[in-house]
Nanobody, 120 residues
Framework: QVQLVESGGGLVQPGGSLRLSCAAS????????MGWYRQAPGKLRELVAT???????NYADSVKGRFTISRDNAKYTVYLQMNSVKPEDTAVYYC??????????????WGQGTQVTVSS
């Protein structure tokens, strides 16, 4: 019903920047909260940042002041601008969206994940 496609991951040096994007498509009526999560090897998936439909944001303490989440409602897209990255930011990053479908049901959807590696 809804597909999320992520892009923008890759290899970046410590202190560098990277921008992730995640676009949704399918039977979408509207999208409530959008968010980014990450999972490092051997660790549980953790929240990175979320943004509500009204633009309120929430960040993990570990990324505050370095990462910025934003959204384009017309394009059903969420972004994560990652600045001053650190090796500990290395992980697979997943986008998540809480979607109201055209059928008026509500679903929670995940992207396939994009690898971010911070290394010199």
């Amino acid at each position: 019903q809804v597909q999320l496609v992520e892009s923008g991951g890759g290899l970046v040096q410590p202190g560098g920047s990277l921008r992730l994007s995640c676009a949704a498509s399918g039977s979408i009526f509207s999208i409530y909260t959008m968010g980014w999560y990450r999972q490092a090897p051997g660790k549980l998936r953790e929240l990175v940042a979320t943004i509500t439909s009204s633009g309120s944001t929430n960040y993990a303490d570990s990324v505050k002041g370095r990462f910025t989440i934003s959204r384009d409602n017309a394009k059903y897209t969420v972004y994560l601008q990652m600045n001053s990255v650190k090796p500990e930011d290395t992980a697979v990053y997943y986008c998540n969206m809480n979607v109201r479908l055209v059928t008026m049901g509500v679903g929670d959807y995940w992207g396939q994940g994009t690898q971010v590696t911070v290394s010199s």
